[in-house]
């Protein structure tokens, strides 16, 4: 019998949880990205976006990170800004709110 570690179990739930919450965010933020390049306003991106066709591999979970995720976003002027520059800057803004 192979038993493992409970601090293990923990930790590698922890790592899920924070890849998941990267993925995701990453999602979310390339989305709104898209979404301001095409020319439309923010307040219109958070609706309808964090449904289940939106994630890959939808759980309830990463849906409900999602939609925690999304207004941080969108709702920030800085984030809205730095998304129209030129280049993938939705890694950028992952990064600030920590969650990669």
Same mark, same amino acid.
């Given at each position: 019998?192979?038993?493992?570690?409970?601090?293990?179990?923990?930790?590698?739930?922890?790592?899920?949880?924070?890849?998941? !919450?990267?993925?995701?965010?990453?999602?979310?933020?390339?989305?709104?990205?898209?979404?301001?390049?095409?020319?439309?306003?923010?307040?219109?991106?958070?609706?309808?976006?964090?449904?289940? !066709?939106?994630?890959?591999?939808?759980?309830?979970?990463?849906? !409900?990170?999602?939609?925690?995720?999304?207004?941080?976003?969108?709702?920030?002027?800085?984030?809205?800004?730095?998304?129209?520059?030129?280049?993938?800057?939705?890694?950028?803004?992952?990064?600030?709110?920590?969650?990669?």
């Amino acid at each position: 019998m192979i038993t493992i570690p409970l601090a293990l179990v923990f930790l590698s739930t922890l790592a899920d949880i924070v890849i998941g !919450n990267c993925a995701v965010c990453q999602t979310v933020a390339q989305r709104a990205e898209f979404h301001l390049e095409d020319g439309k306003p923010p307040e219109t991106f958070a609706k309808g976006e964090c449904g289940l !066709n939106m994630i890959l591999y939808p759980t309830i979970q990463k849906v !409900n990170q999602c939609k925690a995720i999304a207004p941080q976003i969108i709702g920030n002027a800085q984030y809205v800004k730095l998304l129209l520059r030129p280049g993938k800057q939705y890694k950028n803004v992952c990064n600030s709110l920590k969650l990669c």
